[in-house]
Structures are given as structure tokens and as C-alpha cells.
């Protein structure tokens, strides 16, 4: 992996992932864990709900940390970038959130299932909401890598 990139595992709503991957939604708000992903860090997402399945990832451009009228208040202040009063509502109840600014989102060319990737590493869990991977994590090395590669072959 490439260390100056952090990498993260992110659990995104279906509606909202997809979203991401079609350039509708140019941020990513999250409720605050203790986590901050650096700016040009990758976002692995994993689509939950009824897809539960990694379908891509983008890198983080630029990241706005406060209280949810903060980051909303911020995020106001751009022009079409797909995040509604729904958007907003999931962050609202928190101390503090955040927005991460979605750039170069790619669509693997295939899902990799939550059956494939538990196959691949028993007990797989995807993260509630997002954690880092490390560098020489199965889920890099095993999947990732080869998702990355059908995208490159499809170009």
C-alpha cells in the first residue's frame, strides 16, 4: 500500500454511495468517531444495507471539522454538491462532524460481495462506520488490489 495514502473502510448507505459513484454527491458527512481521514486519504466504500458490498472508492479532498451547524453552515456555502436536509439530519445530533469532499470517486467494475470478501477473510466484518486499514491488511492486499487492477484493464 502506499503509505503516503491513508486508506479507510467506509459503510455508506446504498442511496448515497451510489450517489458518490455517479458525481451527485461531492461530500461525505459523518458524525465525529475520533477519526479524521487526511486530506488525500482513499475511502474504500462499502455499501451496506441491502447491497453489502465494497463497489469502489474516492480520495479526500478537502475536510471541514465542527459542530454540525458549522459543517452545514460551510457546506452552504458551495453550489451543487448533493447533500440535502436528509444528509444533514444524520449529522445534526452529534458533538461534531464532518464533511469530506469526495474527488476522483471510481466504481470497481465488480462488487465484491460480503460473501466473496468473507470467503476471502474469515470473520470479515465491514466497520459501522469506517476504520483504517493498515498496510498489510488481507483486505488490501487480497481485494483491493485486485479490484484496482479490472478497473485499469477496463480503461
Same mark, same amino acid.
Do not use: H
Given at each position: 500500500?502506499?503509505? %503516503? +495514502? ?7 448507505r446504498p442511496k ?12 461525505? &458527512? ?6 479524521? @481521514?487526511?486530506?488525500?486519504? $482513499?475511502?474504500? $466504500? ?5 447491497? +453489502?458490498?465494497?463497489?469502489? #472508492? ?6 471541514i471539522i465542527g459542530?454540525?451547524?458549522? =459543517? ?6 458551495? %453550489?451543487?454538491?448533493? =447533500?440535502?436536509?436528509?444528509?444533514? /439530519? ?9 464533511? &469530506? ?7 470497481? =467494475? ?5 460473501? %466473496?470478501?468473507?470467503?476471502?477473510? @474469515?470473520?470479515?466484518? @465491514? ?5 483504517? &486499514?493498515?498496510?498489510?491488511?488481507? &483486505?488490501? #492486499?487480497? =481485494? ?8 485499469? /484493464?477496463?480503461?
Amino acid at each position: 500500500m502506499n503509505k %503516503e +495514502r491513508p486508506m479507510y473502510l467506509m459503510s455508506i448507505r446504498p442511496k448515497y454511495a451510489y450517489r458518490i459513484f455517479t458525481g451527485i454527491k461531492k461530500f461525505e &458527512l459523518r458524525k465525529w468517531f475520533g477519526i479524521i @481521514p487526511e486530506k488525500r486519504s $482513499v475511502i474504500i $466504500v462499502y455499501a451496506s444495507g441491502s447491497v +453489502r458490498a465494497i463497489i469502489g #472508492e474516492f480520495t479526500v479532498g478537502n475536510i471541514i471539522i465542527g459542530k454540525p451547524s458549522e =459543517v452545514w453552515d460551510k457546506l452552504s456555502k458551495f %453550489e451543487s454538491i448533493g =447533500v440535502g436536509n436528509e444528509d444533514y /439530519q444524520y449529522i445534526r445530533g452529534s458533538k461534531t462532524a464532518m464533511a &469530506l469532499e469526495v474527488v476522483d470517486p471510481v466504481l470497481y =467494475v465488480k462488487p465484491i460481495t460480503l460473501e %466473496e470478501l468473507r470467503s476471502i477473510i @474469515p470473520g470479515f466484518m @465491514p466497520p459501522f462506520s469506517f476504520r483504517r &486499514l493498515s498496510p498489510d491488511e488481507p &483486505l488490501y #492486499e487480497l =481485494v483491493i488490489k485486485k479490484a484496482r487492477k479490472l478497473v485499469k /484493464q477496463a480503461s
